[in-house]
């Protein structure tokens, strides 16, 4: 998720499903640069694919889209330095 252009494709996918040509045009990236994306982001489970002719037609898996946004809604930042002072590692 931290390549913009993966950030990209899931806004573009949130829209709903896509073609790979659909995705190429917009984000004007070779092919296997956004096989490269697309395996990645397919790899992790947040996005489901099936190929229909030559193209693959991409989807948010949206389980998996809204276990991971639970996952970041649960993660903070550590900004107190009277803790930070208390930890066991002394930093």
Not at 10 to 38: A, F, W
Not at 41 to 59: A, I, N, P, R, T
Not at 62 to 67: G, K, L, T
């Amino acid at each position: 998720m931290s390549d913009p252009n993966r950030l990209k494709i899931i806004e573009m996918l949130t829209k709903g499903e896509k073609c790979g040509c659909e995705l190429l045009d917009e984000l004007q990236v070779t092919q296997p640069t956004l096989s490269h994306h697309m395996k990645v982001l397919s790899d992790c489970g947040l996005v489901s694919s099936y190929k229909e002719g030559k193209w693959q037609h991409y989807s948010i898996n949206c389980q998996r889209f809204a276990e991971f946004k639970e996952y970041l809604n649960g993660v903070t930042c550590w900004k107190d330095d009277a803790k930070r002072q208390s930890c066991c590692c002394g930093k």
